[in-house]
């Protein structure tokens, strides 16, 4: 079973940044290509950016040229560091490792997501 353990949110002012953290146990991050995801009260879970085994990144439009999406392979970790931060980023923050289902595009691998971590932006 892989725990996901997401931390380094917080409240910030618009403009502001902040770098998230997300470790996994095991090496899920090593072999598979990660994602973040965010959650904003009252909406479904969006998917943010991901980066492959390759470290190939790609970004929702919502964020392209604020956040950059990175992984340590040797603490199978994986980072998001966000800048110019705006109050619609406000939600909570999730990490998973990914997947290509030809079906369903990229898809997280477990449903054991971890607790998340809230950012909060204000204006």
């Known amino acids: 079973q892989v725990q996901l353990v997401e931390s380094g949110g917080g409240l910030v002012q618009t403009g502001g940044s902040l770098r998230l953290s997300c470790k996994a146990s095991?090496?899920?991050?090593?072999?598979?290509?990660a994602g973040w995801y965010r959650q904003a009260p009252g909406m479904e879970r969006e998917w943010v950016a991901r980066?492959?085994?390759?470290?190939?990144?790609t970004y929702e439009d919502s964020v392209k040229g604020r956040f950059t999406i990175s992984k340590d392979y040797e603490k199978n970790a994986v980072y998001l560091q966000m800048n110019d931060l705006k109050p619609e980023d406000t939600a909570v923050y999730y990490c998973?490792?990914?997947?290509?289902?030809?079906?369903?595009?990229?898809?997280?691998?477990?449903?054991?997501w971890g607790q998340g971590t809230q950012v909060t932006v204000y204006s």
């Open positions: 998973n490792a990914i997947r290509w289902t030809w079906a369903d595009g990229w898809r997280a691998i477990t449903d054991d």
């Open positions: 095991g090496n899920i991050f090593r072999t598979n290509p």
């Open positions: 980066i492959t085994i390759d470290g190939v990144k």
